[in-house]
């Protein structure tokens, strides 16, 4: 089962690092066990651009999608078991010791077509 993990911070909070598990650890645990399939830190909020259309008019935005304290920071695809490998997976990344990170299954479909076996 695939999942995306989105990692959330508050840039505002001044993470310390203490106590925080080292991402390289994490990493090439995940990279050992064959879960990690793709991931990625984003850039800061300062450098976001919204699009949506509305009316057939597109209208683009400087900044987040939302306001909120937290903002996405990052990602990771990860391909195990289960929800529960995916929870252990998750709460083992240095983010969730500082932030919080949304585990969500991926559906298995591209522009409408079910993939094969999926």
Do not use: N
């Not at 310390?16 to 909020?45: C, I, K, Q, Y």
């Not at 929870?87 to 500082?98: L, V």
């Amino acid at each position: 089962m695939k999942y995306m993990l989105i990692h959330a911070i508050d840039p505002a909070a001044g993470h310390s690092a203490e106590g925080v598990p080292a991402f390289d650890s994490w990493l090439a645990e995940m990279l050992a066990r064959g879960v990690t399939l793709h991931g990625d830190r984003l850039r800061s909020v300062d450098d976001a651009t919204t699009v949506q259309v509305r009316d057939r008019e597109i209208l683009v935005s400087d900044g987040p999608f939302a306001e909120t304290k937290e903002q996405i920071a990052g990602y990771d695809v990860i391909d195990c078991a289960d929800l529960d490998e995916a929870i252990e997976i998750a709460a083992k990344h240095p983010t969730a010791w500082m932030g919080t990170i949304e585990v969500r299954p991926i559906l298995s479909v591209q522009c409408g077509i079910p993939e094969e076996g999926g």
